[in-house]
């Protein structure tokens, strides 16, 4: 069976988020994006946990749907599956150096969700937040969780992002086995995070041995599936594990990806300062910011060629392959020039999604012909252009999220008035 899966998510329950990322909302979402498997985020906040043991039931082994009642009708065949998920904060001290890790754990069962919840809540306060902050070692993390359960996988998150990752610039490690010791054989996966794509992971050697998958770490409804994984297997939380451990690119077929450019921290820079800045350009003011003369903000892209042993453009044998693509209500938005969240833009989103189901259908399926059929002709083009990558760039830097253009200045119209002359 082919589906698409989003593991790593947030309840309202975490800082930041939504109030309506509850499992009604996310359910509606689901559909509306397409797809099929969806993590619950934060399993470890008591009031989420007791959401989910309230209104989930068992579906096939290790995935849970939403149970029916008379303000939730659904046809059982399309109903979202949820795996149980949560991310964790580490932050700790270790060879000299303060260390923020993020790791996401999937677990099969509630029963395996006790356990873990017990021994870490003799660690710290799981009802601070949705995503709780431990002083724990992240090979600590990993034993207590393994030891709880060993059919959890355990994943470094957004392996690359500055702050709170495996491999950030500021907190991290440059090597798997420096972070997880010993549990580094257990370290089956890593998350590429937003401002990264696989293309880049490919260059670091020792990240041969995992499988690179992606999520969207959404706050909120709307987001969830901005970066996604697309299988070809068996519905159950064991098939979905088993291709994630084996790379197996029969079931696990490729992962959706932003272009990295995208995500806050690919280029290096300071927000404050308005300066952004290539890792080459950051080397020639030896990393301090030209403008008030502190440490720069060293992006993704710079971590990478501090540990990359390979050239662009190589790939390693048997690696999962990857799709770049742009959020469906920002392909609408720049072709009607206009915001995201504007009336026009959301009213041709909806059409849209009524016309051919979902998100990722038209993103990825739909042909031209029915694209052109039955939206704009640069809503059509702009589609079409992503799946291409054809697109212009402005990288992200220190929190600022980049720019990506699929249209020249005013071409736009051009398009509208070539459509009006058929």
């Known amino acids: 069976m082919r589906f698409i899966a989003d593991f790593h998510i947030h309840s309202k329950y975490s800082r930041a988020t939504s109030k309506n990322m509850d499992l009604e909302t996310l359910d509606k979402w689901a559909k509306i994006k397409g797809i099929k498997v969806l993590g619950t985020g934060d399993f470890t906040h008591p009031e989420w946990l007791k959401n989910l043991e309230e209104k989930l039931e068992p579906a096939e082994p290790g995935l849970f749907k939403l149970k029916k009642n008379d303000h939730l009708p659904r046809s059982k065949a399309g109903a979202t599956r949820f795996m149980l998920t949560v991310e964790i904060s580490c932050i700790y001290s270790k060879n000299n150096r303060v260390r923020k890790i993020h790791i996401i754990i999937f677990s099969p069962s509630f029963e395996a969700v006790e356990k873990i919840n017990a021994h870490l809540g003799w660690i710290g306060n799981l009802k601070s937040d949705g995503r709780p902050i431990l002083g724990l070692d992240a090979k600590e993390l990993a034993k207590i969780v393994l030891e709880s359960c060993p059919e959890c996988l355990i994943v470094p998150a957004h392996i690359w992002t500055p702050w709170f990752s495996l491999f950030g610039s500021r907190s991290g ?8 010791e010993e549990y580094s054989k257990y370290i089956y996966a890593g998350e590429t995070g937003l401002s990264s794509d696989p293309a880049m992971n490919w260059r670091i050697s020792g990240l041969d041995k995992i499988t690179l998958i992606s999520n969207s770490d959404a706050h ?8 996604a994984n697309v299988f070809d297997a068996e519905l159950s939380y064991q098939a979905i594990v088993q291709a994630i451990k084996k790379q197996d690119s029969s079931k696990f077929l490729f992962t959706i990806e932003f ?3 995208e995500g ?21 003011y030896n990393n301090i910011c030209p403008s008030c003369k502190r440490p720069l903000t060293l992006g993704v892209l710079n971590r990478v060629e501090e540990l990359a042993d390979r050239p662009e453009g190589v790939k390693p044998e048997a690696k999962i392959p990857f799709k770049s693509l742009i959020p469906l209500e920002e392909i609408i938005a720049e072709a009607l020039d206009q915001g995201t969240g504007t009336k026009a833009v959301l009213a041709e989103y909806d059409n849209l999604i009524k016309e051919f189901g979902s998100e990722f259908n038209i993103l990825l399926n739909v042909s031209e ?18 799946r291409q990558g054809k697109v212009s760039l402005e990288p992200g830097y220190d929190g600022v999220f980049g720019k990506i253009h699929i249209f020249s200045q005013g071409e736009q119209k051009d398009l509208s008035k070539q459509s009006a002359l058929f």
Do not use: M, Q
Request: proline share 5%; glycine share 6%.
């Open 173 to 180: 490690f440059d090597s798997i086995k420096e972070c997880f």
């Open 220 to 227: 909120s409804p709307a987001k969830i599936g901005r970066e």
């Open 259 to 261: 272009f990295p450019e």
């Open 264 to 284: 806050k921290y690919h280029f290096d820079g300071h927000r404050n300062c308005n300066i952004s800045l290539s890792p080459k350009e950051s080397k020639k």
């Open 369 to 386: 012909d029915n694209l052109k059929a039955k939206t704009l002709a640069e809503i059509a083009e702009g589609i079409i252009r992503v």
